[in-house]
């Protein structure tokens, strides 16, 4: 029904909004380092503002329309044999890059299920926002629980080692003379991402260690 060049574009598009969503999460998260009230009151603030619902919505959608569209160009890309036109690129990536190239869907599936989790037990959850770090710590303090967020800030990190230089190709930001650069860049942004959500993780369970 659509172009592979349309799906690319909200796929593009979708990932850019998440992107910036996930940014913008983990500045808030990393307020726990500054105390809890800190980010009780940032979390008060966030709940009082008009554009929350509209925000939340945008977040929500761009997740569906994400993983919908890149489902398919996966599935349009493996009926058309398209994974080998990149074997002989692949070839001069580094081991992690080849396994976050090869491992997009999969990776994905799992930040899905990760996401499931996560909101099931954090935002729908009924809880008052003033009490968003007791919810945080006692939620990452218990094991299983903390193994799955590390596990789902290390997907992140490869998801997006690999989805940021897709994303940037697709809205045609792509510069042949700057693709290591841009790839280094990509891969910082992604691992450092990850290692901010498992800082949390780490935080909440530093007098526990
Ligand atoms: C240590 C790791 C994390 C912590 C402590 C955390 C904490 C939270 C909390 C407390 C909420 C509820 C916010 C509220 O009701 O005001 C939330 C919502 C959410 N989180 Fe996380 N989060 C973490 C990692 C992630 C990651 C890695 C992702 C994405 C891959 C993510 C995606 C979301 C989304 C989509 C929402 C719902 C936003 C909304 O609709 O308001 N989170 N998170």
Redesign the pocket.
């Known amino acids: 029904m659509f172009s592979n060049m349309v799906l690319k574009l909200a796929a593009a598009l979708s990932g850019l909004v998440l992107i910036l969503?996930?940014g913008f999460?983990l500045t808030t998260?990393l307020l726990l380092w500054r105390g809890a009230e800190a980010l009780d009151r940032a979390?008060i603030a966030?709940?009082n503002q008009v554009w929350l619902p509209a925000a939340?919505a945008i977040?929500?959608t761009a997740?569906a329309v994400h993983f919908l569209t890149v489902l398919i160009l996966a599935w349009r890309n493996r009926q058309a044999r398209g994974p080998q036109a990149y074997a002989q690129w692949q070839s001069k990536q580094t081991s992690w890059l080849r396994w976050a190239a090869n491992s997009t869907v999969i990776s994905g599936s799992g930040?899905a299920v990760?996401?499931l989790v996560?909101?099931q037990g954090?935002?729908w959850r009924e809880?008052d926002?003033s009490q968003?770090s007791s919810?945080?710590l006692q939620t990452?303090q218990q094991p299983a629980i903390a193994l799955l967020?590390g596990l789902?800030?290390a997907v992140?990190a490869l998801h997006l080692s690999h989805g940021l230089r897709s994303m940037a190709r697709s809205l045609g930001l792509f510069y042949p003379q700057w693709a290591i650069a841009g790839q280094r860049v990509a891969i910082a942004i992604a691992i450092g991402l990850g290692i901010g959500?498992i800082s949390?993780?780490a935080l909440a369970n530093r007098t526990l260690i």
């Open positions: 969503f996930v999460h998260n979390a966030l709940h939340e977040v929500l997740i930040l990760f996401l996560h909101l954090m935002r809880h926002p968003t919810l945080i990452l967020y789902g800030a992140l959500f949390i993780i």
